[in-house]
Structure formats: structure tokens, C-alpha cells
């Protein structure tokens, strides 16, 4: 069974006891997080479409915060001498999905 869940703006796909990484959620590491109610869910085939949500309940516990990749950030202005480098390091909350229902 999975289901995809609106998690701090951002749809995911979400299974019971997998984890998933989420724009960084309040909490601490232990916490026992509330992800919303489901859009969608299929239960082996059955697929139930939410208009616009479903009374199906997402939670999970908050495993660690941790940071994304690098992403570096390059602007040039040609003949110019114009560079300029920066670099940005997303914070994420990394969930165990505990249970859909």
C-alpha cells in the first residue's frame, strides 16, 4: 500500500515502514510526526482518489535532520570581470513512515 501525501508543499510518494526525505519538518529526533491526510491511495490495485483529500492519515517519526547536496550558484557578466560563486545546502528531516490509515 502507498500513498502520496502533501508534505510541506511538496507531493510524495509515501509506503509504511520506508523512509523519506522532507523539507525540514519542527521536531526533534524521536518525535512522532502528523504528515497530513492522503491525496491518493492504492491498496494493492485499488486506487482511491481524494477530491481534494482523503480521511486517510499519514505519520511517521523524524529519524535525523540532515542537509541535501551542494548546489552551486555561478553568475558571470561577459568582458566585464563580473563572478560571482555561491553555494546553497537545502536542510531535510529524513521520516520513517510508520502508518497509512
Known amino acids: 500500500m502507498y500513498a502520496i501525501v ?3 508543499g511538496k507531493q510524495t510518494k509515501v509506503e509504511a515502514n520506508k523512509f523519506v526525505y522532507a523539507h ?3 521536531g526533534n529526533v524521536g518525535d512522532t510526526v502528523e504528515l497530513g491526510k492522503a491525496l491518493l ?3 494493492n490495485g485499488t ?3 481524494g477530491a481534494p ?3 486517510v492519515t499519514v505519520s511517521g517519526t523524524i529519524l535525523a535532520h ?3 547536496d551542494k548546489v552551486l550558484v555561478f553568475k ?3 568582458r566585464k570581470g ?3 560563486l555561491n553555494g546553497h545546502r537545502q536542510q531535510f528531516t529524513k521520516v520513517m513512515i510508520n502508518s497509512i490509515g
Open 76 to 78: 558571470k557578466k561577459r
Open 47 to 49: 486506487l482511491t482518489i
Open 82 to 84: 563580473y563572478k560571482k
Open 41 to 43: 491511495t492504492d491498496d
Open 6 to 8: 502533501n508534505i510541506a
Open 53 to 55: 483529500e482523503l480521511d
Open 24 to 26: 525540514r519538518l519542527a
Open 66 to 68: 540532515v542537509k541535501g
